[in-house]
């Protein structure tokens, strides 16, 4: 079981940049393949990031790569979105998932998701 709560998230203008965090509990959480995903108004939810357990794996969706950066803290139970350059299109709300098998960025591996946080990106 692993219980997730996001941070970091509010409203930069064009070119700005926001850190969003995402704290977990549960020991399966230095196990798990942890990714960022989003989800704009009238839209499908999509991938923006993912890390494998250790952090030696990376992907990174087509429109964010360049930009955002994937990271965790398997000490602090922790995995960060560091994100630079922002542009409008990337309003949404940003949520972190676990998942317990491999590495995936398949939507239906992941089984723990937390409540979301709000980024607004100003024009």
């Known amino acids: 079981q692993v219980q997730l709560v996001e941070s970091g998230g509010g409203l930069v203008q064009a070119g700005g940049s926001l850190r969003l965090s995402c704290a977990a509990s549960g020991r399966s959480f230095r196990t798990s393949t942890m990714a960022w995903f989003r989800q704009a108004p009238g839209k499908e939810r999509d991938v923006v990031a993912t890390?494998?357990?250790?952090?030696?794996?990376?992907y990174y969706a087509d429109s964010v790569k360049g930009r955002f950066t994937i990271s965790r803290d398997n000490a602090k139970n922790t995995v960060y979105l560091q994100m630079n350059t922002l542009k409008p299109e990337d309003t949404a709300v940003y949520c972190c998932?676990?998942?317990?098998?491999?590495?995936?960025?398949?939507?239906?591996?992941?089984?723990?998701w937390g409540q979301g946080t709000q980024v607004t990106v100003s024009s």
């Open positions: 998932a676990a998942s317990p098998t491999g590495f995936t960025r398949t939507e239906g591996s992941y089984v723990y």
């Open positions: 890390i494998g357990w250790s952090g030696g794996s990376t």
